[in-house]
């Protein structure tokens, strides 16, 4: 199927008010041009570089997510044009893109990345370290970041049930925060969880985002 072909299915599977960002990550900007012709704004790149080399190739109104980690030095790289990241793991990460927002005079919307695999490999805060963040009051110190969510990764895995397990532990401590240290807050709204293999079981979930590649590009090299 052609990505037009594999967007209008994809769009079809999704419920209005979940955002979908393709994630074109190794995909040349041809192919995402195809994806932008087909109707899609938002696109997600995990590589600052490669991020910053595809961006101004393609057209102005293109939303782009930084959805990978993010290493403090590459911050100031983004923070000009991105509009949102989604893989906040780290408080010192979060107090650069505070200060380098605040030099370009922007407010960035960011999502707090919650370690939810069983794999070690994969970042994020774990549930009590997150728990810990948001009682803490320091985000409310920050003025050029806007906490808008959180953001999750399941485990690699074909137990279907362990994944729906880890989404729904996600968006039940996603409710807790809304209904506890983010009352009140309104743009705190987005769960960013749910890719091509598993993005219907997030959105069953309670997913507001899911973050699809392979689904819409084809397979990566
Ligand atoms: C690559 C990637 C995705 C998309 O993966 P697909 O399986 O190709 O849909 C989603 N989220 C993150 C953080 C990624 O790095």
Redesign the pocket.
């Known amino acids: 199927m052609s990505v037009k072909e594999n967007i209008k299915k994809i769009s079809a599977s999704i419920p209005p008010q979940v955002r979908l960002v393709a994630?074109s990550?190794t995909y040349p900007v041809e192919i995402i041009r195809e994806a932008y012709d087909a109707g899609l704004r938002v696109f997600?790149e995990?590589r600052v570089q490669e991020l910053s080399a595809k961006y101004p190739l393609l057209p102005d109104d293109i939303q782009w997510h930084l959805?990978?980690h993010l290493q403090k030095n590459k911050v100031k790289y983004i923070v000009p044009f991105v509009s949102m990241i989604?893989?906040v793991d780290d408080i010192d990460l979060l107090k650069t893109i505070e200060k380098e927002a605040s030099r370009v005079n922007r407010i960035i919307p960011c999502l707090i990345q919650i370690h939810i695999a069983r794999e070690e490999a994969k970042y994020g805060f774990s549930y009590p370290e997150a728990k810990a963040l948001f009682e803490s009051g320091a985000l409310d110190n920050l003025t050029h970041v806007k906490i808008c969510g959180l953001m999750g990764?399941a485990t690699f895995t074909q137990d279907q049930q362990q994944v729906r397990n880890e989404f729904r532990n996600l968006a039940l401590f996603f409710g807790e925060l809304k209904n506890g240290p983010m009352k009140n807050k309104s743009f705190f709204s987005e769960l960013s969880m749910g890719?091509?293999?598993d993005y219907l079981l997030a959105i069953s979930e309670g997913s507001t985002m899911v973050?699809?590649?392979?689904?819409i590009f084809g397979k990566?090299d």
Do not use: Y
């Not at 973050?211 to 689904?215: L, M, T």
């Open positions: 994630v990550k997600g995990n959805i990978g989604h893989a990764m890719m091509s293999g973050r699809i590649g392979s689904a990566r």
